[in-house]
């Protein structure tokens, strides 16, 4: 017998409502997002310092495979670069790459293997590669397996919580807000435990924890089976099953919503700063003692996770009181306000860094900068997610997803080439430039936004209704 979790679209329909409101398969998809963010935002966090203190030291760097090699590649044959360079290139490479591999992640899961062997294979994936990350020697092949795991997962998980809900469903919204205050929770956490056994005690044992963490989000998606959606029908090769059709009006939607990603892009290109150089410059540049003991730098990003949930939980209040107005704001006009908070998160940053010259800036100037980028989150991220999953066509609404995973690689990728500036620059002049990035976000939303709002706001025609969650 056919059990209602093995229908495509459809999950038990008992479990609708009895998750917060929402379908019990949520909580355990919210739960992998949690744990694998626990892992890997928490490599995030520490990877520039572990690489700048530890890794690339004499006597350690030697042991790395196949460093030399990777050295001459970022360097391209021109002048030797520094620790600081290599470890920003290396940031940036890392998370980029990782969300744009997302794409072909989808791709595997729509023609091949299905979205929920491709995500246990990716989590399989992700597991082995922080073993090896404990060890020096694998540091390069645990990297690249990072980004392998990370792109068979992450596309899969964001459709995954999407098909729990039908097309108009007001709560899908709410429910891309709870995965991202589920992954705040394990990336605040990870600061707190992997960040600090590796200031306090060794990088391996902070490492080692981000392991843990992994493994612990491929028990929680093997747990959750029965409550997830199963598979869409894939494309055959005898052509027996067929995927929905694409209709030209689907094009134009799609490339709609290309330039609707536009302001994740720079938004993140900025924000991401907060992982690459800002650690670096804290570390040399902000008076961090408190209760007379020095505060490790990566608890900022422990500031990060908490500000984060906080910003999501109130927006969520937010929206739903606007929603039973009758008034809602539209998606462009929230990304907009998100946009507005990282300009002033900045330019704390940038003034803070101007009047301390060389000296240090107070403590809480690092507090502030993470409270504005922070809270902006949800008003840029989650709208942009619950936007893509909601007006992409049935046809292509997976790959649309692995396209929306693209912007977060190229904000990431932009971080990387900023990060490279940083030694070259003031301190004041670095983070201006942030300023900048973010101000253009808002410059593009305020011209480019009604027209964008417009054309996705057009029924699509010609497309049958997806099945609804029970």
Partial sequence: ???????????????????????????????????????????????????????????????????????????????????????????????????????????????????????ILGLVVLTAAMAILVTEQGFLIAVGLIVVGTGLLKCNLMVQVGRLYAPEDPRRTSAFAYYLICA?????????????????????????????GMALALVSYLAGRGHIPADLPRVSRRGAEKAPPLHRHDLTIALVLVAALVPEVLYFGAYNQAFNVFPVWAADHVERHLFGQEMPVTWFSTLDGLLTIAGAMGAIRLWDWQARRGRPMGDMSRMAVGASMGVIGFGILALAAWTSGTGKAPLWTGAAFFFFVDLAIPWVDTVTMALVSRAAPKAINATMMGVYGLSIAAGYFATGQLGRAYAHVSPAAFWALHVALCAACVVFLALAGPAIARALAVPRRGEPEPETAA
């Fill in 1 to 119: 017998m056919v059990s209602a979790a093995d229908q495509p679209g459809r999950v038990r329909r008992s479990g609708d409502g009895a998750f917060l409101g929402h379908p019990v398969g949520l909580a355990y998809l919210i739960a992998v997002e949690g744990f694998w963010a626990f892992g890997y935002f928490g490599l995030q966090a520490i990877l520039t310092l572990y690489m700048t203190r530890d890794l690339l030291l004499p006597g350690h760097v030697e042991h790395v495979l196949g460093f030399a090699a990777y050295r001459h590649v970022l360097e391209g044959g021109g002048r030797p670069m520094p620790a600081l360079e290599i470890a920003s290139q290396t940031y940036g490479l890392l998370t980029s790459v990782a969300y744009a591999l997302p794409l072909v992640g989808a791709v595997v899961a729509d023609r091949w293997l299905g979205q929920r062997r491709t995500m």
């Fill in 184 to 212: 705040n929770i394990g990336s605040f956490s990870a600061p707190l435990i992997a960040g600090t056994l590796a200031e306090k005690v060794n990088y391996p044992s902070g490492l080692a924890a981000l392991a843990v």
